[in-house]
């Protein structure tokens, strides 16, 4: 049996069971020894009979014949260490003893996708039985005559209809070397849907799933899907002056504007974010839980920084423990993005470095920066010729600084790329190209470069 196991958003692991566990507990040891998992975690499995929904594996025997989708749910979180944080609103430290039982009535995000980046190969989902049955017969003819299967107006929808599905819990708006690799995957699988004639194959596959795809989308834009909704078209006869439409995610945002966890409402969660500001107002803050209630609020604070456009001392105000060093890092196990570990390997061409005096204002050297990475230098005549003694780092928005005391330089891009994300602030004008080869380059997120950045990466590769 061939297992798809979700670790975690960035940790999906291919294992193959050569002998089948009796239980589910075996299963669970073996997971354990093989892929170094520690204790205290169950199981999901992606169900068929229901539109692949995940449901809690109780017997062995509930698992597809031959390949299965498991996540591992972890029953106890692994706690955090404690650091220090300093902020504007000079937080002395995190307690990550124990989580506060009030803790009881917060649910995670069940919404949010949990593919960490455009999986390659992609892999091709299981259709209805009855499509199953016909491409496994057509699969064989092909493979004898390699005459492909002359395919039917019902079969090519439920095909079509199921890759949609599973394009857009990935990514809502995939580039077209993604689509490409979905109509590939899909041919490779079944060699019968291979189209006749000089080309890849599967050209009209890809033109077929990225209609489908914008169909998919209407729909549920018209169920009042916000991720989609929030790209709408301006229509005929509205006020001038108003944003008829957003740009879409464009930094490799997987969770761009998820819609609210079943259950939840502005209401409920606006009142998870005022006991969030309460924390952080205490002198011993519960890490754990700040966590935990920012994961849970997550939905509400996309749409309110991708709507509503508040400033960044707006937000400040609103969602303080957002501009914590420990709340901007994990940031990619929501938005799965990966960004400290690339910048730690190649040496920085960057921008915006500001020098100053520990003995300047900090209203000196933060005025009319919107965005910006500053240095503070000790302050030694005699040592002008060697190497600055930094000692301090820092993160300006729009003039304030949000992030204070970071250890280096490459961890500073990616706090900055992180908050970025967080607060949904474009790319500063004069330096789009400058972040754009960054992000496409260096770090490999998001899809096709504009023509400059496409140039340079020819050249540097």
Known sequence: MLLRIYISDANVRRFLLIEVPTSVDQLKTLLEEKL?????????????????????????????????????????EPSSSVQDISDASSVSSLD????????????????????????????????????????????EIYKETKKPLNVRRDMKSEILNKLAQTIFEIKAYPDACEIESVASALVQKHPCLTEPGAGSGWDGWMMSIKFKLGNYRAKLRDAGCSEVNINRKRERGQVEGLKGRMKKSKRAEVNFLPDHPAGQSDESLEKERVSIVEETRKKRIDATLVRQKMEATFSLRRKEVVEVEPLVEEIRERWPALFYEDEVIPFPMQVCLVLSVPFMYFILLFFYYYLFQDTDAEDNYTKYVKIGIVSLLKDDVAAAASLPDVTNIAIILEEAVVLRDIADLPTAFAYLFGLLYSINMEYPKELKYTFEAMQKIFMDLGGSCSARVQSLKIKLC
């Open 36 to 76: 170094q998992l520690k204790k205290g975690f169950e199981l999901q499995f992606e169900d068929p009979d229901f539109d692949n929904a995940l449901c809690n594996l109780h017997s062995i025997d509930e698992l597809p014949a031959e390949k299965a989708v498991l996540r591992v749910v972890w029953a106890i």
């Open 96 to 139: 990550t003893a124990s989580r506060s039982s009030s803790f009881g009535s917060i649910q995670s995000p069940t919404n949010l996708r949990s593919v960490a980046q455009w999986p390659s190969p992609f892999d091709v989902p299981t259709f209805s039985l009855d499509v199953e049955l016909r491409l496994q017969k057509a699969n």
